[in-house]
């Protein structure tokens, strides 16, 4: 506890007046300092030194030339990083009782504070403070500020993972942000030259994966190494496998499937460490999948601390494709973009307010013959198929109770159907489903998930295409002497194609 005595000599020994700042800049403050002659040194390396002489008000932890014995200059990369790391935007002072997060130049945030009678910055010590020069503030520290790269900067310095970053970082767009840079002269073209041009990375994969970049996010991602790459690709690319007949389609093709391929193998390997409800059980990927059970995701992998997050090295891709990039096929059927149909009379209907529970969407349609000598039929699109995949096609049926009126004695509907593709050599086929010539057959009380057929391949893939080859048609078949047993009125809910597991 100071008393008022000792309280007014801290806080003059602290304060600051304007008698104590120097005409001088940063830089030339720095470069008269003969303890900081490798800091100096990094500064010219780096441009720093012409910044640090401008107008723009800025705080620098200097550290002294003993805790630099073994920082190398001629590492122009590394060297840029660890100026970043010292140098922040604004004035900082130091005075008693203070705690304050700092944002450095490389977006890292450190905690400067008072500790007993000093300061320090992060884990260093602050070993002379408050040099105020007139852009800004000097303090000098003990030892160099550890770095941390966030997972974005981890993932091209780990030669394990040139494959992920190759392909990450070679959507960077540099984009230049005028209201943030500093600038200096006007050239000869009369341009102006910036002292300080800052930029920012616009990189798509920002908005798809998560903003890996950024430090006030956390994230834990599931990093392949290049073997990893390799293997996932080998195995995933079978399931994006796109008909080409001439060279130009052939292109097309491969285009097509190298980037789907990536697509589907890189979709769900980040996790906002944030609002995972129970990461024990299950985790929401950014690709907005679920994942039960998700231990096995990691099994194994070589883990790395970054400044906003984890990098889990993995040396396999574990997903379950079923919970990842090849989940079921769902057609409702009151889309109306995608369907045909003759000799019918069609009704979206809802089910809301009836007995019948489960409808998708609580909607369906209701199918009707244009007369009573007729079957009606309809043909759905099926987009977004996978080649390689055995699938599972089902088509969901409602009861006559779906649609809120009290039916005495309903009827069975009785139906075929039609499988449409492209075959082996690219031209459409079909094969016909009849249950041996018998029809299916849905309830009259509940709903029907009738199995069309199982473990079904298409030989190409159809995601991605404008054009939609896939469809399945439904033929209502009763004859006419079986009226009095069938309706021939379609009632549909959706089409579901599930991966076989």
């Not at 009259?444 to 893939?461: A, E, H, N, Q, W």
């Not at 439904?474 to 009226?483: H, L, R, Y």
Request: with cysteine.
């Amino acid at each position: 506890m100071l008393s008022a005595c000792e309280s007014e000599v801290w806080n003059d020994h602290y304060s600051i007046n304007k008698e104590q700042v120097s005409e001088l800049t940063l830089w030339e403050i720095i470069r008269q300092q003969p303890t900081l002659s490798k800091f100096t040194a990094a500064l010219e390396k780096t441009g720093y030194d012409k910044i640090l002489n401008a107008s723009q008000m800025y705080t620098v932890w200097a550290p002294d030339d003993a805790a630099l014995a073994s920082l190398d200059l001629d590492n122009a990369g590394l060297t840029k990083e660890f100026v970043e790391n010292h140098v922040s935007r604004y004035s900082y002072t130091a005075s008693p009782g203070m705690q304050i997060r700092v944002t450095l130049l490389n977006s890292k945030s450190i905690v400067f504070k008072s500790e007993g009678s000093g300061f320090t910055f992060g884990s260093t010590t602050v070993k002379q403070f408050n040099t105020m020069a007139r852009n800004g503030i000097l303090h000098t520290v003990g030892s160099q500020l550890p770095f941390f790269s966030n997972i974005w900067e981890y993932l091209e310095k780990d030669p394990r993972l040139d494959s992920l970053s190759t392909y990450l970082y070679s959507f960077n767009k540099i984009i230049f942000d005028e209201l943030r840079s500093i600038p200096g002269d006007v050239n000869e073209e009369g341009k102006t030259v910036y002292l300080d041009s800052v930029t920012y990375n616009d990189n798509q994969m920002f908005r798809l994966l998560g903003k890996l970049n950024v430090e006030d996010s956390t994230y834990h991602i599931l990093a392949p190494t290049n073997a990893a790459w390799i293997k996932s690709y080998s195995t995933v690319k079978n399931y994006f496998r796109y008909y080409s007949k001439t060279a130009e389609e052939k292109y097309t093709a491969d285009t097509l499937q190298r980037k789907n391929t990536i697509r589907a193998m890189l979709q769900d390997i980040v996790f906002s460490a944030n609002g995972q409800a129970s990461p024990q059980d299950s985790l929401i990927s950014t690709g907005r999948n679920t994942f039960y059970q998700p231990a096995y995701l990691f099994d194994g992998a070589t883990e790395v601390l970054a400044s906003n997050g984890k990098v889990f090295i993995v040396d396999e891709l574990k997903h379950k494709h079923w919970e990842s990039w090849n989940q079921p096929i769902v057609v409702e059927a009151e889309q109306m973009n995608g369907r045909e149909f003759v000799l019918s009379n069609l009704y979206t209907r809802s089910s809301t307010g009836s007995p019948v529970e489960g409808v998708s969407n609580e909607r369906f349609i209701e199918l009707t013959p244009t007369t009573s000598a007729v079957n009606p039929n309809i043909t759905f699109e099926i987009p977004n198929t996978l080649s390689g995949s055995p699938y599972n096609v089902y088509a969901v049926f409602v009861p006559p109770a779906a649609k809120g009126n009290a039916v005495a004695n309903p009827k069975a509907s009785k139906v075929t159907f039609q499988l449409y593709f492209a075959g082996e050599n690219g031209a459409t086929t079909s094969r016909t489903y009849n249950n041996n010539n018998q029809g299916f057959v849905t309830s009259p009380d509940s709903i029907s998930k009738i199995l069309v057929t199982s473990d079904f391949v298409f030989p190409y893939s159809s995601y991605g295409l404008d054009k939609t080859v896939v469809k399945l048609k439904i033929n209502s078949n009763v004859a006419q002497n079986q009226t009095t047993q069938y309706t021939r009125e379609l009632l549909i809910d959706c089409i579901i194609l599930e991966p076989a597991r």
